[in-house]
Every structure is written in structure tokens, then in C-alpha cells.
């Protein structure tokens, strides 16, 4: 009997133990043929494993198929499980042990469509399946300890850009999570980038209050990989740079909009190169330290901001300018001016300051930067190079009642810069800048002279001064200028065609100097103000004025008037100059003298009528006085009587000396005299400065200047190398 229970032990047994061993086997051929059914999706697995004295589960060689069966989705090594089945009957789910090795995950994206859509609409059909009503005794607890996912393959293929994203060796390791744990649970990520470099990140979670924080690394992340993606926004050849950053996160997940982030991003060797192959933003370093910044609050802190090297290329034209045109906003469509009056009219006014923009800037520098400027504003290109640009502030904070940024930097390897802008963070419409420019080559700009004004600068320095004030939009700028040692050649080609070269002549210092103040005033609130017009509006009427008024520049190098210099005025008698006469020929040749290089001549005007009729009254005195020994200025009555006798009019409005006198006679003296004032005046130029180069010319007779005018003679000033005078076109 004993024999017989023992064999049907055995045989029980041995079934038992059979059953056992072709179980896996079982279950994983029914995995396997089901699986579309159970997890939405065909499967292989090349082995299935359970030892049942540890309750551990592995899994090699898995594969999940593309919906269309043939591609791979998703694929791992090696899945081990250590279950505590015992703890089933407690109603708790607990795992000793979840690892999983040699993961591959491809995703892919075309469109809005994912490949794994399908898989998402199964599992949420089966989740609408349960009933929802579960009672919270009724569901399981569980505690999962030492998870780790290793040597893991993440590839996302975005085929609306044609490039695929690689995660490499991806490692994680969770020690513990359970539904009833007091401790923040740890978990370690880390992978590396194909391309050298690192991911790691540690979080710490608190499972009662959902209290975490994280700490996330990252270490030589290669930029190219992110070229299409950035290129989808940017006309861009290339996009380089390498990033390292240590950022912490504190927060709670049942809170996570405000979670607090700080840390340390830096970027280096970045570049951004546009359609043409040229680098147009770029930095050796660019290195950010955040000091705390609340997303939810609209705070952001930062402890500095340095960028180091850096490179710009600004290109302007007409209607744009490069960047606008690289980052596609200069071709961005308008809205109609009836659908933004509807999105203004739907915008409410806020009633709370809650989320208020707060940033602060602790500290600010640029270093050793460069600006490469190109303009063909004059249907010529023109370039320009800044260098050696160094741009620091500290504090800057938006609730700041002033802030002040200081720059330097170097100009076309020459010149400098320095300036100092003020604002006030809560109004930018009041800004105070201060801006120094020394040793400026004026020549570098000769393509705007040219165009504009028709002259090519040779040689010249320029120092400039400027002192600006906004006050809520109205703009007071008190602009200083000072040019050294300049030289023009006139190229009457000019777009405005001013006299420039002459008014810097007559503008320039017994130093050869020119000292000009140039007052700006404006509404910057006035949408037709243009404080460029404005400057140029004042620079163009001071030319002018120079021009047209020399006399009013050049009589302070002889301490002279000016209106003394302009004109030199006679009797029509007059054959030697006067007293007055003489001193004004004084200050010319005084002023000829010190004025090096300055051209005078005079212009003589007469109105000969009236010449002859002075003349003829002249001569007619003469009959008188030796009629009756007076003078006939001092004895108008008996003199008129004496014409009156000797004419047959009885009108003095007819000029009756003209009568008495022959004509031929009057022309004879009239051109005797002004020849003879002319010569006088000469002689005395000559006397007193052989050197001399004034001259006298006569005008033309038919000059409407000559109508009604004393014998005059009209003082023009022009340089002596100059073939003609210069112009004025407006």
C-alpha cells in the first residue's frame, strides 16, 4: 500500500514538475499568438524563463513589431523580474527586483501621426472597459525595489525634417518605490550623446506630499544634432556649440507649474552660419547662472549673464536687414486691421499685478566682442568693423528706479567708443546717453559723403560728444563735434550736393580745427519725428548758414563786424577810400593772413544813373561857386535858385543838372572816378601787403544788384584752390 502511494506521489510529482517546466513555454507561445489581442501588437520572444524557488521571471531576446508587422518598435535584451508572490494575498503588489538591459525604442513622426498612436487608442478603449467605481481597499499596493534600465537605445525619427534623434546607452536605477513610503525615493538617469558627452539627472520624490527635487547634468551636448529642428524656423546653413549646464529643480508634482529652477547653463563655440556661408552669430562662451526662476510668478533671476568673444554680422538694406530675413519675420503676414481691432476690444485690462514680469540681472558683461556692419543704403556697399566691444552692468532689475549699461569698444581698429545709457526699466521713454567718439577716421565713411554730399574725405579725425536726455518721449541732445586736421576733395556728385568743403574751411579754428555744436529737439512720442532727420535737418542748415553768411565765421578771427567784411561802401564822389574804408581793407588783409588758403575778392556795384546825376550836381556846385564863392552843400537854396535860373523847367524833379552838364563829360568823369577808386584801393592792398592775392572785378553792368546802389564793393570769400565757388542744392 505504502509502495502504491509513494509511485502515485511520484508519477503526481513528476506531472507536477512537467507541467512546471513546459509552463514557461506555454506562456510564451500564448503571448505570442495572442499578443495582438492582449497588448495591441505582435510580439517575439526567443526565451522565456520562471525559477520557482526565487519567483524571478526573465525574458530574452524581445521584440515588438511595427503595426504593418515587419519593422522593429520596440526591442530589449534581457527583462528580469524578482516577484514576492506571498504578498498577492495582502492585497500588495511587490517586486524585489525590475531590470531591464539592451532596451531600443524607435519612434517615429510624420505629420502629426505617430507610430505608436495605435497602441495608445487600445490601451485607452481597454481602460474606458474598467469600471471605474473601484473601491480604494479593493486596489492593490506595491512596493518596487532596485529598478534599473541599462545599456538602453532611444532613436526618434522626425520625417517632416528628415533626421533621426539618438539617446545612447541610457541608464536608470530607481532603489525603491512604494505606495506607503515616508522617504523620498531616489532615481539616477544617465546616457550618453553619440557624439561624446552625457546626460545625467538625480530626483529625489517624496511619495506622501509629492514633495521632489531634481538635479539634472548635462555634459558636452553637440548642438548640430538640433540643425533641422532649428532650421525649420531659421534659414541656416548650420547650427554648432557644445552645451554644459547643472540645473536644480525644486518643487511638488502635485504643483509642478511652480516648481523653482537655478543653475548654470554655458555655452561654447557656438555658431550660427546662414544661407551663404557666413557666420553671423557666434560666441566662444556664452555662460548664464540662474539664480532662481519662478515660471508661475514671471520671476526670473539671474546671478550673471557673460558672453565671451562673441561675433555679429549685421547686414542692413532699404526695407530689412538680415537678421529679420534669417529668422523669416520680415515676410510675416499682417493681420487685418478689422481682426486686430477685435483682439484689442476682446483684451481685458488686468486686475492684479499677480504675474507681473519681474527679471533681474545681477551682473552683465560682454567681452572682447565683435560687430561686422554692411550696408548698400548708397547703391555701394559699405562695411564697418567694431571690435574689442566690452558691454557691463550691474543690478539690473525690472522694479529699479535707473539702470545703467557702460560700453567701449573699437572702431575700424582705430577709433573708441565709450558710452553710458540710462533707463528707467518701468518707462523706456526716459533714457539718458552719454556717448564718446575719438579718433574716428573720417574717411571711412566717405561712401555716405560721397552719396550725400558729394565729397570725398582724404584725410581727417573726428571727436564727438553727446549728451542726451528723454524724458517721457521728449528728446534734448546736446551734440559736440570736433574735427581734426580734414581734407576734402569735392566730387559734385552728391544726392544734396552741399558746400561742404567750404564750410569746413570757414568752420575751422585758427588751429584748423572745426568746433561745432549741433542742439537736437523731438517727441519721440510723434510717430513722424525721426531723430536721424533731425540731426541731419541740423548738421545740413548749419552748412548752409556757413556758406551763405561767412563773414559772420570769419570776422571773430580778426575781432571784426561781420557785416564790415561783406561789403565796403563809397560816396559816388568818392575816387580814395575813407577812413572806414581803410580799416575794413585792414581786416581783409588781416584776415587773408591769418586764414591761410582763403580766396577774397571784391565785386564793384554802381547804379551809373545815379553816379552821373551825383557827378553832374558836382559840377554844377562848381559853376556856383565861382558864381558866388558858396558851397553849394551848405546853401541849398541859393543854389536851386541858381539851377532854376540857368534851366528853362521850373521843377526839380527832372534833375536838371543833368542839363548843364555834357553828357560825354558826365561818362567821361563817372569812368574816371570808379577807375580811379578801384586803382587807389589796389594800391593800398599792394602798399601795405605785396603778397596779396584780393582782387578787385567789375560786375556786370545789367546785375539787378547795380539798380539803386552807392559805389559798392561786395566781399566773396572761396578757397584759393577751388576753381569755382560752391553751390547750395537742397
Not at 529679420?324 to 493681420?335: A, C, G, M, V, Y
Amino acid at each position: 500500500m505504502k509502495r502504491k502511494l509513494l509511485k502515485i506521489g511520484l508519477i503526481i510529482t513528476s506531472i507536477l514538475i512537467l507541467v512546471l517546466l513546459l509552463l514557461p513555454g506555454f506562456v510564451k507561445r500564448y503571448a505570442i499568438n495572442n499578443s495582438k489581442e492582449l497588448i495591441g501588437r505582435q510580439i517575439q520572444i526567443n526565451k522565456l524563463k520562471y525559477n520557482y524557488f526565487t519567483s524571478t521571471v526573465k525574458i530574452y531576446d524581445f521584440k515588438m513589431l511595427e503595426e504593418n508587422e515587419q519593422d522593429g518598435f520596440i526591442a530589449f535584451d534581457t527583462l528580469i523580474v524578482n516577484l514576492e508572490p506571498l504578498q498577492l494575498f495582502k492585497d500588495k503588489i511587490e517586486i524585489e527586483q525590475f531590470y531591464l538591459k539592451g532596451l531600443d525604442v524607435n519612434a517615429i513622426k510624420k505629420d502629426s501621426v505617430f507610430n505608436f498612436d495605435d497602441l495608445i487608442e487600445f490601451h485607452k478603449a481597454k481602460e474606458d472597459s474598467i469600471d471605474k467605481d473601484v473601491e480604494e481597499e479593493n486596489l492593490f499596493k506595491f512596493s518596487i525595489s532596485n529598478i534599473e534600465l541599462k545599456k538602453s537605445d532611444f532613436h526618434f525619427n522626425n520625417q517632416d525634417i528628415e533626421h533621426i534623434t539618438n539617446i545612447e546607452n541610457l541608464n536608470f536605477i530607481v532603489p525603491f518605490i512604494g505606495w506607503d513610503q515616508e522617504e523620498k525615493s531616489n532615481a539616477d538617469v544617465k546616457f550618453n550623446f553619440p557624439q561624446g558627452g552625457y546626460f545625467e539627472s538625480k530626483l529625489n520624490i517624496n511619495p506622501i506630499d509629492g514633495a521632489y527635487d531634481a538635479t539634472i547634468t548635462i555634459s558636452d551636448l553637440h548642438l548640430d544634432p538640433f540643425y533641422k529642428y532649428v532650421a525649420e524656423y531659421a534659414k541656416i546653413n548650420s547650427f554648432n556649440g557644445v552645451v554644459n549646464s547643472k540645473i536644480s529643480i525644486v518643487g511638488n508634482t502635485n504643483k509642478a507649474v511652480k516648481s523653482i529652477v537655478s543653475g548654470n547653463v554655458e555655452v561654447n563655440n557656438f555658431e550660427m552660419v546662414d544661407k551663404n556661408d557666413k557666420a553671423f552669430l557666434s560666441a566662444k562662451e556664452i555662460n548664464a547662472t540662474m539664480k532662481k526662476l519662478d515660471f508661475f510668478n514671471s520671476s526670473y533671476v539671474f546671478d550673471s549673464f557673460i558672453v565671451n568673444d562673441s561675433y555679429t554680422f549685421f547686414q542692413l538694406d532699404s526695407i530689412t536687414n538680415n537678421f529679420l530675413q534669417i529668422f523669416k519675420i520680415d515676410n510675416q503676414e499682417k493681420p487685418p486691421e478689422d481682426q486686430i481691432s477685435k483682439v484689442k476690444d476682446s483684451v481685458k485690462p488686468a486686475t492684479t499685478n499677480k504675474n507681473k514680469l519681474y527679471y533681474a540681472i545681477n551682473h552683465l558683461e560682454v567681452n572682447r566682442g565683435i560687430l561686422d556692419y554692411t550696408d548698400n543704403l548708397t547703391g555701394k556697399p559699405f562695411n564697418y568693423h567694431l571690435s574689442e566691444i566690452e558691454i557691463n552692468s550691474d543690478s539690473i532689475f525690472s522694479d529699479s528706479k535707473w539702470v545703467n549699461i557702460y560700453a567701449d569698444m573699437l572702431l575700424n581698429n582705430r577709433g573708441t567708443l565709450n558710452a553710458k545709457a540710462g533707463f528707467d526699466p518701468k518707462n523706456t521713454m526716459n533714457i539718458n546717453l552719454d556717448i564718446s567718439i575719438e579718433k574716428f577716421l573720417l574717411s571711412d565713411i566717405n561712401i555716405y559723403t560721397n552719396h550725400y554730399t558729394g565729397h570725398t574725405i582724404l584725410e581727417g579725425d573726428m571727436f564727438y560728444y553727446s549728451n542726451s536726455i528723454i524724458a517721457n518721449g521728449d528728446i534734448v541732445s546736446e551734440n559736440q563735434l570736433l574735427v581734426k586736421n580734414v581734407s576734402l576733395n569735392n566730387s559734385k556728385s552728391g544726392l544734396y550736393n552741399l558746400p561742404l568743403k567750404f564750410a569746413l574751411f570757414l568752420l575751422k579754428d585758427k588751429n584748423g580745427d572745426v568746433n561745432l555744436n549741433i542742439p537736437v529737439r523731438g517727441d519721440m512720442n510723434d510717430p513722424t519725428v525721426n531723430v536721424g532727420k533731425i540731426i541731419w535737418s541740423s548738421f545740413k542748415n548749419l552748412i548752409v548758414k556757413a556758406v551763405t553768411s561767412p563773414g559772420r565765421l570769419l570776422a571773430g578771427l580778426v575781432d571784426g563786424n561781420p557785416k564790415d567784411l561783406e561789403q565796403i561802401q563809397f560816396n559816388y564822389l568818392d575816387t580814395i577810400p575813407s577812413v572806414k574804408n581803410i580799416s575794413q581793407l585792414d581786416k581783409l588783409l588781416e584776415l587773408e593772413q591769418k586764414k591761410e588758403g582763403l580766396k577774397i575778392e571784391m565785386l564793384y556795384y554802381v547804379d551809373e544813373q545815379l553816379q552821373k546825376e551825383a557827378i553832374a550836381k558836382a559840377e554844377v556846385g562848381k559853376m556856383y561857386f565861382d558864381a558866388t564863392k558858396k558851397d553849394y552843400l551848405k546853401d541849398d537854396k541859393g543854389f536851386d535858385a541858381f539851377v532854376l535860373s540857368k534851366t528853362t523847367t521850373d521843377s526839380l524833379n527832372t534833375k536838371p543838372y543833368l542839363l548843364l552838364v555834357n553828357p560825354a563829360l558826365l561818362d567821361s568823369i563817372a569812368r574816371k572816378n570808379s577807375k580811379l577808386l578801384r586803382a587807389n584801393i589796389e594800391n593800398y592792398l599792394i602798399t601795405v601787403q605785396d603778397s596779396t592775392q584780393i582782387k578787385i572785378k567789375i560786375s556786370d553792368l545789367k546785375a539787378p544788384e547795380n539798380k539803386g546802389a552807392l559805389p559798392t564793393l561786395k566781399v566773396n570769400f572761396s578757397m584759393l584752390e577751388d576753381e569755382g565757388i560752391e553751390t547750395i542744392n537742397d
